[in-house]
């Protein structure tokens, strides 16, 4: 008669055997799915027309304020990792196989770019892995700057707005070069739940204080940004 020692480790091979086979099973399948995003259109395509887009905005032309926000809140190890944040993936990872469920983030902001410019915004384990592969790409391909700014113009800041540059002009009335420090800091934390900042400016406002906060804890100069977000308040 088998011990209850033994139906118990013959319990976790077979569970370590199912997980395996599911990892590699997940693996494949997001191998699969970046091949087909490549297939679609190239990575030197993708960034080609994402320039060509309507209110694209060089970083050169954009507040240095904006753009440290933008890491702070983001990703701020960003300058630090190869474009996975192996530490912030596995906190999330953990939760996300615990709950059997893609809540927790954790991407960086190369993932976001790989994510805006190739995969829908699905919560499927699959997608996950094929963004590592296409960031791997843009890593190579391009220096951080330029995946900074990329990430800029493709990110979604509510309405119809695609891009710092569409997003500036329709909420402030202004390029984004003219971005004052409190602006720099609303515009960047609106990527994270632009529906709801965009209707919502008490949920802008707590949202512009984190990013301070994060600008802060990160050593990011906010400038006056703490100020006027005081005076929001």
């Known amino acids: 008669m088998k011990t209850v020692a033994q139906i118990a480790r013959y319990a976790l091979i077979a569970v370590l055997a199912a997980v395996v086979a599911w990892c590699a099973i997940t693996v494949r399948d997001g191998y699969a799915l970046y091949r087909e995003a490549l297939g679609r259109q190239s990575i030197e395509e993708a960034v080609a027309e994402l320039r060509e887009t309507p209110g694209y905005t060089p970083i050169e032309e954009l507040p240095q304020r904006y753009l440290d926000a933008v890491v702070a809140i983001e990703d701020h190890r960003f300058y630090e990792h190869g474009g996975i944040d192996v530490i912030a993936i596995g906190r999330a990872l953990l939760a996300d196989i615990s709950t059997l469920s893609l809540r927790e983030g954790g991407s960086t902001i190369t993932q976001q770019v790989a994510k805006n410019l190739f995969f829908t915004k699905d919560k499927r384990f699959e997608r996950k ?8 790409d ?10 900074l700014e990329l990430y800029v113009n493709s990110a979604f800041f509510g309405r119809d707005y695609t891009g710092i540059g569409q997003a500036s002009w329709g909420y402030l009335g202004h390029a984004p070069a003219e971005m004052d420090d409190y602006e720099c800091t609303l515009m960047a934390g609106f990527p994270n739940a632009p529906n709801l900042f965009a209707t919502d400016p008490k949920a802008a406002a707590v949202r512009q204080q984190l990013v301070v906060q994060q600008m802060e804890r990160y050593g990011f100069d906010a400038g006056e940004a703490a100020p006027a977000s005081a005076q929001a308040g």
């Open 129 to 136: 892995v094929a963004e590592v592969f296409m960031v791997h």
């Open 138 to 147: 843009l890593e190579a391909a391009y220096g951080k700057r330029e995946i």
